[in-house]
């Protein structure tokens, strides 16, 4: 993690403005979705990119049923059904 030199203080929402500086770099843009975590005693802020629920990749994912697979988790599924190595309910 790499320190910036900025500090910013918490309003009585909760809320902390985000400097143009560091939005631009990110990439992040007005409405655009935030993702928020701990790590360890950290909070870490980075853009939302949806990812596979099975591999966490974002590239060439396809919602199913609330959930976004990524097309090699489909074709891989497939394999595995095709095998009989899965079995449907």
């Known amino acids: 993690m790499k320190a910036t030199g900025i500090v910013r ?8 403005v985000l400097p143009v500086e560091t939005r631009k770099i990110l990439d992040i843009n007005t409405k655009d979705p935030v993702e928020i975590y701990m790590d360890n005693d950290s909070i870490v ?5 949806p990812a596979c629920m099975f591999c966490g990749s974002a590239d060439e994912t ?6 976004l697979i990524c097309k090699e988790c489909v074709e891989a599924m497939n394999t595995l059904f095709a095998e009989g190595k899965i079995e449907e309910r």
Request: without cysteine.
């Open 9 to 16: 203080k918490i309003d009585e929402l909760g809320r902390i």
């Open 45 to 49: 802020l980075r853009k939302y990119q």
């Open 62 to 67: 396809v919602r199913y049923k609330g959930k």
